[in-house]
């Protein structure tokens, strides 16, 4: 079996968790944290109607 989180640096995945398998398969649910910090764009989108 092979569930498996992949990241180019150890530090951006965090709180790794196998969990319970996926319906019948031979695969387990992961739950994982990916930190990110970045700004958030907080500019206004104008929409054409």
Known sequence: MLDIVLS???????????????GCSDHNKIYFIIKVNGERNRKKIQYRK
């Open 8 to 22: 180019s640096q150890k530090e951006f995945v965090d709180n790794v968790k196998i969990c319970e398998p996926l």
